[in-house]
């Protein structure tokens, strides 16, 4: 007999789903009980860490990640990591244990009532199956959902009764199941885009996140050649679609409309690929776009290209449409002079706590030149990408939708993901708090990312909005006294403390040498983040 259980896991194994993310409860543990020994089971002390966990797996794969909850109370505690994948696009397919089938309508304890309908809209799809022989059924959808362009976060609530029934003949064919996409640009829409190209007297490209994901960098570089086109990268980047080393580099947009427009005025044509238009945050208001400039738009979600306010938006899978541009366009033979290198960083006097531009440069000179960055400062962002070299896809996770705790997990999840590279997380001291615990998950797994924690005592970037709102008498806004090394140490977690750019050196060297994970704090100045 093959029960609703067994089918499950074999499409799971099917479609490469053998890493589980999770945090159980009771209504977990006929799934989890007997789990193959060909999975693994990676445990978070915490849901919204279990998904961040996940979050950052998937994101570095480029793969669907499996995410267990438990019940409604553990969906709910992800629910604010949910917001970094729905906006970075993250294939996520996240299981609920539900109670008893027939007792849901009592609401016994841990019912996940309206189950279906808790975690939208945070998700592109959930569902609770309409009877046991659905299960598996239901679980195949959501991994093709999760999957297909836009990616993105599924649900499904699942009975625990369910998995010990007997499955049918209607099973047979699930796991061999494909879904594929071939969403390209047509002929004609190719030939309007090249032809505005060729014909533009001074292009720009903005870059997203998706072309990161898409895999479509190089494309980029070529692109961006070709045309002779300086390249900003679209703003609140969650990813690094271009490597900050090439000339063509200009660095991050601002998210406000006036500072956009600012930055971009004297180009006639602005082609964005792979990112909304735009992701505004703070409420600069101005015109959507310099006099005389129009936009085109290259986006794989509908969402993205419907909601932009200006511009001709093309929804196409972002790789072959990168590259296919790319190959078309009329080379110029225009060579682009590198943008001005950032100032020296403060020296710090004696007993001050160090610049974060300073820590920047550090890291920058020591760690490995293929080095992943997670970065949770939301601070220090523009000196970040003012001072790190990336040259290689994947470089750079950052939460998509600002929602803290993404980092400290995440960067355990990209680590397990890519055991090749090393992962350096740059983390403020108020974010870190959200994830903490993902440090025990590291200990544990032997995971060896290096925390470096930016402690400066307050939301620094809260401190920015603050100052713009004329609100830095409200509440709330410091959070001094907190110890991390203490903290990761009691985790299980090598730390230290660096005052110094030579104590910095000396812990940052020796964590790279580690195959451990390692915490380094260290006191730095406030920056604003505009």
């Not at 980092?407 to 974010?431: E, H, Y």
């Not at 730390?495 to 380094?520: N, V, W, Y």
Request: hydrophobic share 45%.
């Amino acid at each position: 007999m093959t029960t609703v259980r067994d089918a499950t896991y074999e499409l799971l194994r099917r479609h490469g789903l053998t890493t589980i993310f999770g945090n159980p409860g009771s209504n977990e543990l006929p799934f989890l009980a007997a789990m193959p020994e060909d999975f693994r089971y990676i445990l978070g002390l915490h849901e919204g860490v279990v998904a961040g966990l996940a979050d950052g797996f998937a994101q570095a794969t480029r793969q669907p990640a499996l995410v267990n909850l438990h019940a409604a109370s553990g969906s709910g505690n992800a629910m604010g990591a949910l917001t970094n994948a729905w906006y970075s696009h993250t294939p996520l397919v996240i299981t609920a244990g539900q109670q008893v089938r027939d007792t849901i309508g009592q609401e016994v304890m841990l019912s996940n009532v309206e189950a279906a309908s808790l975690p939208r809209p945070l998700v592109k799809w959930s569902a609770e199956p309409a009877s046991p022989g659905d299960v598996v059924r239901t679980i195949g959808q959501a991994i093709h959902t999760a999957a297909l362009d836009p990616a993105g976060p599924v649900y499904v609530s699942i009975p625990y009764d369910d998995w010990t029934q007997e499955t049918g003949a209607a099973e047979a064919h699930l796991a061999d199941r494909t879904v594929e996409q071939a969403g390209e640009l047509s002929e004609g829409q190719l030939a309007d885009l090249v032809a505005a190209l060729n014909s533009s007297r001074r292009p720009v490209l903005v870059l997203g996140p998706d072309v990161d994901s898409a895999r479509g960098n190089a494309d980029a570089v070529e692109l961006a050649e070709r045309l002779g086109a300086p390249v900003w990268v679209a703003p609140s980047a969650s990813r690094c679609p271009f490597p900050t080393t090439h000339n063509a580099f200009r660095g991050v947009l601002p998210a406000s409309v006036a500072g956009i427009t600012r930055l971009l005025e004297g180009h006639d044509l602005i082609l964005v690929v792979g990112a909304p238009v735009f992701r505004y945050h703070q409420y600069e208001p101005g015109n959507y776009l310099p006099d005389g400039t129009s936009l085109l738009h290259i986006s794989c979600d509908p969402g993205e290209a419907a909601r932009a306010p200006m511009g001709r938006a093309f929804v196409a899978s972002i790789g072959p449409a990168l590259r296919r541009l790319a190959a078309a366009v009329a080379p110029r033979g225009i060579q682009l002079a590198p943008r001005a290198k950032p100032a020296a960083a403060p020296a710090a006097r004696a007993g001050e706590p160090l610049a974060p531009e300073a820590v920047f440069d550090l890291v920058n000179e020591l760690a490995p030149e293929d080095a992943v960055y997670v970065n949770e400062t939301t601070s220090t962002v523009n000196a970040f990408w003012d001072r790190m070299d990336m040259r290689h896809p994947g470089s750079y996770y950052f939460p998509a939708s600002g929602g803290l705790g993404f980092g400290m997990p995440a960067a355990v999840g990209v680590q397990l993901a890519d055991p090749t590279r090393r992962v350096v997380a740059f983390i403020g001291d108020g974010s870190a708090n959200y994830g903490i615990t993902a440090l025990w998950t590291a200990a544990q797994y032997g995971i060896p990312a290096v925390f470096v924690i930016l402690n400066n005592g307050t939301y620094g970037a809260l401190r920015g909005f603050a100052a713009k709102l004329n609100a830095l008498d409200a509440p709330g806004l410091d959070v001094p006294g907190i110890d991390f090394v203490s903290i990761a140490a009691g985790y299980g977690v090598d730390a230290g403390r660096a005052e110094t750019q030579d104590e910095l050196r000396a812990l940052f060297t020796k964590a790279l040498g580690s195959d451990s994970p390692t915490l380094i704090e260290v006191p730095i100045t406030t920056v604003s983040p505009f």
